[in-house]
C-alpha cells in the first residue's frame, strides 16, 4: 500500500484536525454547523477546544437510532461549551443512561455531541462530526 502524502505542518499548539479552528485563547475560530443541512451549530467563539476520549454511537438520519446503538467511533477532539443557551441550533436524544446525545435540530443528523446529565455545564461537540465555515 502506498503511503499517504505528507500533510503540511500543523500549528505546535493544534492537533491536526483543529488546525485554522482554534484561536490562541483557544476558542472556536469559525462557525460550527451541521455536516449534512448546513445548519449553524455555534457562532465563533462560543466554544472552547477540548481534548477528551468520548465514545459517540455512529453517525444515522434518526437520533434515536443512534441512541439504539450499533457501534460508534471514539473521538478526542471537540468544542467544550459551557452554556446550552450558547447554541445556535442543537437538539438532544432521550437519556442513554445517564448521558444525552447532541444532534442537529433542523435535520436530526448525529449525534454530534455528548452530555452527561452527572455534569450540567459541559457540552461536547466532535470536530469530526461537523463542519467550520
Given amino acids: 500500500s502506498a503511503a499517504p502524502p505528507p500533510s503540511p505542518p500543523a500549528a505546535p499548539a493544534a492537533a491536526p484536525g483543529s488546525a485554522g479552528l482554534v484561536c490562541a485563547q483557544g476558542r472556536n475560530l469559525r462557525a460550527v454547523l451541521c455536516q449534512r443541512c448546513g445548519s449553524r451549530v455555534l457562532l465563533p467563539g462560543a466554544a472552547t477546544f477540548a481534548r477528551r476520549e468520548l465514545l459517540l454511537p455512529a453517525m444515522r438520519k434518526k437520533a434515536a437510532a443512534a441512541a439504539a446503538g450499533g457501534g460508534g467511533d471514539v473521538l478526542r477532539e471537540h468544542w467544550l461549551v459551557r452554556d446550552m443557551f450558547s447554541f445556535e441550533n442543537v437538539g ?33 461537540v466532535a470536530l469530526e462530526r461537523v463542519a467550520h465555515e
Wanted: glycine content about 10%; hydrophobic content about 35%; proline content about 3%.
Fill in 92 to 124: 438532544f436524544t432521550r437519556d442513554v443512561g445517564n448521558v444525552k446525545f447532541l444532534v442537529c435540530a433542523d435535520c436530526e443528523a448525529g449525534p454530534i455531541g455528548w452530555h452527561c446529565l452527572d455534569d450540567k455545564d459541559s457540552f461536547y
